[in-house]
């Protein structure tokens, strides 16, 4: 059999998988090996995660590597994110503040039972001619910068060795390169898990008798919906799978909730009963028998890393690179973005091109985007058991996802030099203050939490009732020119600018009795109660006033009396 490939692939699960997709779709003639540890078939429902997409990584599934039939076909379809807060009365689902869709999202996404659809993927990328090795542990890797680079591997307790031009690391949190090369780097922020899956479905309309909540929703869009309910440093989250299994999982933070609080099946059931009742009597009886169908725990799941691409013909895709959190759900969008670099190099140097530029630009687009994104979850898990808090968080944090990343992503944007030039390369780039602006309000955030504990019951909360939000999902995959993509994401910006100020103004007026009135410069938003903080601009012409549309946009997610009403008072 043939032992010199194009490209090596170490590890066939998503990262791995879909990379060897995206290559091959792009360049059939492309030869490729996936080397593969796990001797069969994965298992349905079990053992891995990363199940609920959103809509950056929905759409490379579906668009990129036109998947969208079998997912439509094979796995559920999602009714978006949906939150239940902390409360008096958690025994009473109905009476927690809820947010969430409430009618059908134009924009999709899924519910992925990972085991059917990694075998579905194994079955494809060998039926489109790559060659994916079962049982094959990669036990060395040689690069060779100057000629051609060999990879070792034990099947069958034999050593046997290929040789390739390019070596893709996916071997998840193996992290094969990282640990042969040492480009690990600290990450921050900490958090721990643990998820088990139960057999059957697991509606959680049917846990209350409350009509009037049941049919506020379409039947059958809550179960779709993957759920957190939420606390102080912590969420559990139901997904239901396709395999019409469900998936659990508690998320957390250990200055609030040790790991050794859940880190076994008795002991998670334990911490469901202090701290989501009705989950715990909901689902415990699920989990007797052979009701229990894994468990599974992660300690400080989230890592850092230094590297990305390598001049020397290497990457690292997946969770062999970072990972960050999966509140939110951004994995399988890592995988989208960090594919999609890497298969441009691939291919242009397939083509002969030199890619040393591309290389440096595209690792550090990666690595900045990470390191943004580290802001939304870093001591962000003490924030969870204020309502009012995280509503607002929740709102900015989707606004911002779907008006710049997910917009560049489904314009291929992030893979194209120019585009990227202009949005970072000068301090005044428009990506650089996006960076800046989301970073300022993750700060507002914490700041504001001493002063904010209210308790809220009763209410729910729908994002599509908020037209800017609305229009930065629906408009994700909208394509644009170059030129016109640049001034598209200059107005989402401004949009960001103006719900960054209006937010602020409320905030402000709460914390500091402010005029929920003043004219704001956003890059200079907070509350003045941490030594050395910045002064507030109120005068500059950089300050600004935010529209009446984005005013009452975020009157609706603000629990308090309204701005007008906060005026007069
Ligand atoms: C608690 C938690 C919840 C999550 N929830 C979500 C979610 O809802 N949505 C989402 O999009 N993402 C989620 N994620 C992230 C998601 O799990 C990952 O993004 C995804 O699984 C990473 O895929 P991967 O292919 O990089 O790694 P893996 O799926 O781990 O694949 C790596 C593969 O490499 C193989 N391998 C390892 N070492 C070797 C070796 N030496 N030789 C050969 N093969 C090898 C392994 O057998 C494995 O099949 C979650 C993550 C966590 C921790």
């Not at 890797?141 to 099947?155: E, N």
């Not at 780039?429 to 993750?442: D, E, S, T, V």
């Amino acid at each position: 059999m043939n032992d010199q490939y194009d490209v090596v692939v170490l590890g066939g699960g998503l990262a791995g998988l879909t990379l060897s997709l995206q290559l091959k779709n792009a360049k059939p003639d492309i030869s490729i090996l996936i080397l593969e540890r796990r001797e069969s078939e994965a298992a349905t429902a079990a053992h891995k995660v990363g199940e609920s997409t959103v809509e950056l990584g929905t759409h490379y599934l579906r668009e990129v590597l036109d998947l969208k039939g079998y997912l439509e076909k094979h796995e559920l379809p999602k009714h978006g994110l949906r939150f239940f807060f902390k409360n008096d009365t958690k025994e009473d689902i109905a009476s927690r503040v809820e947010l969430g869709p409430r009618l059908r999202l134009p924009v999709p996404s899924h519910q992925l039972d990972r085991g059917t659809l990694e075998n579905y993927l194994m079955k494809l990328t060998r039926q489109k001619g790559n060659r994916l090795e079962l049982g094959a542990k990669v036990s060395g890797v040689d690069i060779d910068a100057a000629s051609m680079h060999t990879v070792s591997y034990i099947k069958d307790g034999e050593e046997k060795k290929v040789t390739c031009r390019w070596v893709a690391d996916a071997s998840g949190r193996s992290s094969v390169l990282k640990r042969k090369f040492q480009f690990q780097k600290p990450m921050e922020h900490h958090a721990n898990a643990a998820w088990w899956r139960l057999k059957g479905v697991i509606d959680i309309d049917t846990w209350t008798d409350d009509k009037e909540w049941q049919n506020f929703l379409e039947p059958n869009l809550r179960y779709l919906s993957t759920v957190h309910f939420m606390d102080s440093g912590y969420w559990l989250w139901v997904i239901p799978l396709g395999s019409k299994n469900t998936s659990i999982g508690i998320v957390a933070d250990p200055a609030v909730h040790p790991f050794d609080t859940f880190n076994t099946y008795e002991k998670a059931v334990e911490w469901m009963r202090v701290n989501e009742p009705l989950a715990h009597k909901m689902l415990v009886p699920l989990g007797e028998g052979d009701g229990l169908m894994d468990f599974k725990i992660l300690k400080h799941y989230a890592h850092h890393t230094q590297k990305v691409y390598s001049t020397d013909r290497w990457g690292t895709a997946g969770e062999s690179g970072p990972f960050l959190d999966p509140l939110y759900s951004p994995g399988t969008d890592f995988i989208a973005m960090n594919n999609s670099w890497l298969s441009e190099l691939i291919l242009r140097d397939l083509a002969g091109e030199d890619i040393e530029t591309r290389v440096n630009v595209y690792e550090q687009c990666h690595l900045a985007l990470v390191d943004a994104w580290i802001p939304i979850y870093q001591n962000k898990y003490l924030l969870m058991g204020n309502t009012q808090i995280m509503v607002i968080k929740i709102f900015w944090d989707w606004a911002v996802y779907w008006a710049v990343p997910c917009h560049l992503f489904a314009n291929k944007a992030f893979t194209n030099i120019s585009i990227l030039r202009e949005l970072f390369a000068s301090k005044k780039g428009l990506g650089r203050k996006f960076g800046q602006l989301h970073q300022i309000m993750q700060d507002l955030f914490l700041e504001w939490l001493p002063y904010e504990n209210q308790t809220f019951s009763n209410r729910y909360i729908d994002p599509f009732d908020l037209k800017v939000l609305q229009k930065f999902q629906q408009d994700i995959e909208v394509q644009h020119e170059p030129a016109e993509l640049i001034e598209q994401i200059g107005k989402n910006m401004n949009l960001l600018e103006q719900l960054a100020v209006a937010i602020f103004r409320l905030v402000n007026a709460q914390v500091n009795g402010a005029s929920p009135d003043i004219k704001v410069n956003p890059y200079t938003i907070n509350l003045g109660k941490k030594e050395g903080a910045v002064m507030l601009d109120t005068e500059s012409e950089n300050a600004i006033v935010p529209s009446e549309a984005v005013m009452k946009d975020v009157d609706v997610m603000w629990f308090y009396p309204k701005a007008k009403e906060m005026e007069t008072a």
